[in-house]
């Protein structure tokens, strides 16, 4: 199948009312990620490289040991192993993370 819609994909449920879609391949998967207003993701790190894009809202992400605000369009890249979490604005966002390898825990 090559090509896909979020509409297509019930919903996973991450953290607390965090929930993602997730789409994969090989060697690549997708999460299309709905984080509620003011939602906290913990302080967590996994082996797999995640690279994203934030589509909506507003995000405070602290990754390692730096913290930054962003914006829709802001992007980000976290070598496997590394501590992040994610805090959100007053209003929901919408987020697009990448990961390699697949994380087979996302996928359902």
Known sequence: MYFMSPDERNPK????????????????????????????????????????ILLEGELTFTVGDETRTLQPGDMWIIPGGVEHTVTVGDQPAKALDIFSPVREDYRY
């Open 13 to 52: 449920t991450l953290f607390g009312a965090v929930t993602a879609r997730t789409f994969w391949g090989e060697k690549m998967l997708l999460s299309l990620i709905d984080l509620p207003a003011q939602a906290v993701v913990p302080l967590h790190s996994h082996p797999h490289e995640q690279a994203g």
